[in-house]
């Protein structure tokens, strides 16, 4: 695995733009092949100088990863403990876990970008090696990880709360309690274990907050209501994408940024955000978040209307309402650049996808109970299952645990496709930190007892 790249990072744009020439000469000589397999077997071919999988660099004290159909992604070793002056160096890289393996079953041959043999079906996860809190919910398919860096996960914390009390004034004080107990410190750290520094951790860590607040305040249980969203939604997200307008209407704008609690957290993160990445992934980044406040306004429609979607119609929903901003700046987070024309490979994007639907899903099961509690209806997909196909309230939480595994074995084996025909180091590295992003995910919403309990369904 390669070292983490300078901060603040060095455009990609030659490159990007020199592979995207090579990719398309690709596809028009090789006419056969699918468009997917075709482009990002010749970016590799460029990348490599070579026709073979390479090996790919990894940490001192670790295996290489031969990229080949049996790519792994990693289970997350823990740091060592460290002195507090010392939690902004890089903690070890992550060590190689399980196996993602290719697409198997019916219909997926077309889907696959390199011809492989079967595989087994996927074994049950084994047991973490130390008891963590909380009970997982039984039959969920999931990876466990160890527990976070506890030096990085107290300056994470302590750096948050400064940031959300003292630069933008996010939550009255009788909110305190439930920002600690969102436990964002931990979270970040546990999803992003090959952050260079606590810096680069900080990044992950305040638009984490800041679309929570947004999520809260203007959709949730902290004053929200879907009446008059796609207004409010569309001036904070000029705080992540600018306005461009004339220099008599610009000081009015820019004042509006700091009108409420998300707007101005929106604005702080994303400056910290733009000056440590790159114009591409900085770009990149926007426009997840349309797609995200895109769910918002589609939730909020269904409640204005008192629509109880299909289950199909709510997955679509979820797609979008989803977490797939975080995983999708897992290399910034890293310290390093993935490529453009590579991100937006429709393989990539399909993994990207995946990865944001399952990470979701495992939302509302572990938020059920939550939202049960909670004042109005909520949609979460054991919800809609239940009401749709006419099953009792149990019957529909442990079909949307089944969607839930179906989606991540299908994340799995995509990744494991695109990992063996793009043999490109920032391409293998990014996959390991999207699928560690997921396992983080999990670990997070299992441990965090402070917000979440499972139902009396086993």
């Given at each position: 695995?390669?070292?983490?790249?300078?901060?603040?990072?060095?455009?990609?744009?030659?490159?990007?733009?020199?592979?995207?020439?090579?990719?398309?000469?690709?596809?028009?000589?090789?006419?056969?092949?699918?468009?997917?397999?075709?482009?990002?077997?010749?970016?590799?071919?460029?990348?490599?100088?070579?026709?073979?999988?390479?090996?790919?660099?990894?940490?001192?004290?670790?295996?290489?990863?031969?990229?080949?159909?049996?790519?792994?992604?990693?289970?997350?070793?823990?740091?060592p403990a460290s002195p507090a002056g010392a939690a902004v160096t890089a903690p070890p890289v992550p060590a190689p876990g399980f196996a993602l393996p290719g697409p198997t079953g019916l219909g997926t041959?077309?889907?696959?970008?390199?011809?492989?043999?079967?595989?087994?079906?996927?074994?049950?996860?084994?047991?973490?090696?130390?008891?963590?809190?909380?009970r997982p919910i039984p039959g969920l398919y999931f990876h466990p990880v160890p527990e976070p860096d506890s030096v990085r996960v107290d300056e994470v914390s302590r750096r948050i709360k400064a940031w959300?009390?003292?630069?933008?004034?996010?939550?009255?004080?009788?909110?305190?309690?439930?920002?600690?107990?969102?436990?964002?410190?931990?979270?970040?750290?546990?999803?992003?274990?090959?952050?260079?520094?606590?810096?680069?951790?900080?990044?992950?860590?305040?638009?984490?907050?800041?679309?929570?607040?947004?999520?809260?305040?203007?959709?949730?249980?902290?004053?929200?209501?879907?009446?008059?969203?796609?207004?409010?939604?569309?001036?904070?997200?000029?705080?992540?994408?600018?306005?461009?307008?004339?220099?008599?209407?610009?000081?009015?704008?820019?004042?509006?940024?700091?009108?409420?609690?998300?707007?101005?957290?929106?604005?702080?993160?994303?400056?910290?955000?733009?000056?440590?990445?790159?114009?591409?992934?900085?770009?990149?980044?926007?426009?997840?978040?349309?797609?995200?406040?895109?769910?918002?306004?589609?939730?909020?429609?269904?409640?204005?209307?008192?629509?109880?979607?299909?289950?199909?119609?709510?997955?679509?929903?979820?797609?979008?309402?989803?977490?797939?901003?975080?995983?999708?700046?897992?290399?910034?987070?890293?310290?390093?650049?993935?490529?453009?024309?590579?991100?937006?490979?429709?393989?990539?994007?399909?993994?990207?996808?995946?990865?944001?639907?399952?990470?979701?899903?495992?939302?509302?099961?572990?938020?059920?109970?939550?939202?049960?509690?909670?004042?109005?209806?909520?949609?979460?997909?054991?919800?809609?299952?239940?009401?749709?196909?006419?099953?009792?309230d149990r019957e529909g939480y442990l079909k949307a645990v089944e969607v839930h595994n179906d989606l991540m074995r299908d994340f799995e084996a995509e990744a494991a496709a695109l990992a063996a025909a793009?043999?490109?180091?920032?391409?293998?590295?990014?996959?390991?930190?999207?699928?560690?992003?997921?396992?983080?995910?999990?670990?997070?919403?299992?441990?965090?007892?402070?917000?979440?309990?499972?139902?009396?369904?086993?």
């Amino acid at each position: 695995m390669p070292e983490p790249g300078p901060s603040p990072l060095q455009s990609s744009l030659p490159t990007a733009a020199a592979h995207f020439g090579i990719h398309v000469l690709g596809r028009a000589a090789a006419p056969t092949e699918t468009a997917g397999a075709a482009a990002l077997t010749a970016v590799a071919a460029a990348a490599t100088g070579a026709g073979t999988a390479p090996v790919v660099a990894s940490a001192p004290g670790t295996a290489p990863v031969v990229a080949d159909a049996s790519v792994v992604a990693p289970a997350v070793v823990a740091a060592p403990a460290s002195p507090a002056g010392a939690a902004v160096t890089a903690p070890p890289v992550p060590a190689p876990g399980f196996a993602l393996p290719g697409p198997t079953g019916l219909g997926t041959a077309a889907l696959s970008l390199a011809r492989r043999a079967a595989v087994p079906e996927l074994p049950e996860p084994p047991a973490p090696a130390a008891p963590v809190e909380g009970r997982p919910i039984p039959g969920l398919y999931f990876h466990p990880v160890p527990e976070p860096d506890s030096v990085r996960v107290d300056e994470v914390s302590r750096r948050i709360k400064a940031w959300a009390l003292d630069e933008v004034q996010l939550y009255p004080e009788d909110w305190e309690g439930e920002f600690d107990g969102f436990s964002v410190g931990r979270y970040m750290v546990a999803c992003h274990p090959d952050a260079p520094t606590v810096e680069h951790l900080m990044l992950a860590t305040r638009l984490m907050v800041a679309e929570n607040a947004v999520d809260d305040c203007y959709c949730e249980d902290h004053g929200g209501s879907p009446i008059g969203l796609g207004g409010r939604l569309l001036l904070a997200h000029t705080a992540l994408d600018p306005l461009h307008t004339t220099t008599e209407y610009q000081p009015l704008w820019a004042e509006s940024l700091h009108a409420d609690a998300p707007r101005r957290a929106y604005r702080s993160a994303m400056e910290y955000f733009v000056n440590q990445s790159t114009p591409s992934q900085a770009d990149r980044f926007r426009h997840d978040m349309a797609r995200l406040h895109m769910g918002y306004l589609a939730e909020a429609a269904w409640a204005e209307t008192d629509h109880m979607p299909e289950v199909w119609e709510y997955l679509a929903m979820r797609q979008f309402n989803n977490f797939r901003p975080c995983p999708t700046i897992t290399d910034t987070v890293g310290g390093y650049e993935l490529p453009a024309d590579l991100h937006a490979q429709p393989a990539m994007q399909r993994v990207l996808a995946l990865a944001g639907n399952a990470t979701t899903i495992v939302n509302d099961l572990y938020s059920y109970m939550k939202e049960l509690d909670s004042p109005g209806n909520h949609l979460n997909l054991p919800v809609v299952i239940a009401d749709r196909e006419g099953v009792s309230d149990r019957e529909g939480y442990l079909k949307a645990v089944e969607v839930h595994n179906d989606l991540m074995r299908d994340f799995e084996a995509e990744a494991a496709a695109l990992a063996a025909a793009c043999p490109v180091p920032a391409v293998q590295r990014f996959l390991r930190g999207v699928a560690v992003w997921v396992d983080g995910n999990h670990y997070w919403h299992q441990t965090n007892t402070y917000r979440y309990s499972l139902p009396d369904f086993w």
